[in-house]
């Protein structure tokens, strides 16, 4: 779940954690390389993100993402740097910490999984969460075996 998560926050919330990393002006709009300086091996290329969304993704889902993404120049390839839109959302302290609470197994292959997030009431002050809301997600099983989500809606996106 925190891998997933956190493919999806770098895909689509890449200025929320730049981690001190400066945005570049590309054709107007400002991106981000999708790989921190520190991180080995670099994802440079849409085929090589491809493979690390293949990792907790089902191809379909995957897909979707990309030609979206590519779509709406969420990502782009420039000088061999895979770059991600530098995107941020207002902190309104709606969500706090999150945790995995249920696992049903529906077969052999499915599966559907059940976040529990903490959530402010409107009687909470900022950042103080005495609510929960709960998140399905469903995963299936790839090609090698492994649990991957069939889709993945982050919930403060």
């Known amino acids: 779940l925190d891998d997933t998560r956190s493919l999806?926050?770098?895909l689509y919330l890449a200025g929320e954690y730049a981690g001190g990393v400066s945005a570049t002006e590309i054709d107007g709009k400002e991106y981000i390389p999708f790989s921190p300086a520190r991180e080995y091996p670099a994802v440079g290329s849409v085929e090589?993100?491809?493979t690390r969304m293949l990792a907790v993704f089902t191809p379909e889902w995957t897909e979707r993402q990309l030609d979206a993404l590519q779509?709406?120049?969420?990502?782009?390839?420039k000088d061999d740097?895979?770059?991600v839109r530098y995107n941020?959302?207002?902190?309104?302290?709606?969500?706090?910490g999150y945790c995995l609470s249920d696992v049903k197994q529906m077969d052999a292959e499915h599966a559907r999984i059940t976040v529990?997030?903490?959530k402010a009431t409107p009687e909470d002050e900022l950042y103080?969460?005495?609510g929960s809301e709960d998140f399905?997600?469903?995963v299936e099983r790839n090609s090698e075996g492994k649990w991957v989500f069939a889709d993945f809606v982050y919930w403060d996106k």
Do not use: A, N
């Open 8 to 10: 999806c926050l770098r």
């Open 48 to 50: 090589e993100l491809r």
């Open 71 to 77: 779509k709406e120049q969420g990502i782009l390839v």
């Open 81 to 83: 740097i895979l770059y």
């Open 88 to 96: 941020t959302i207002q902190d309104t302290g709606k969500y706090g």
């Open 116 to 118: 529990t997030v903490r």
């Open 128 to 130: 103080r969460y005495s």
């Open 136 to 138: 399905q997600f469903q």
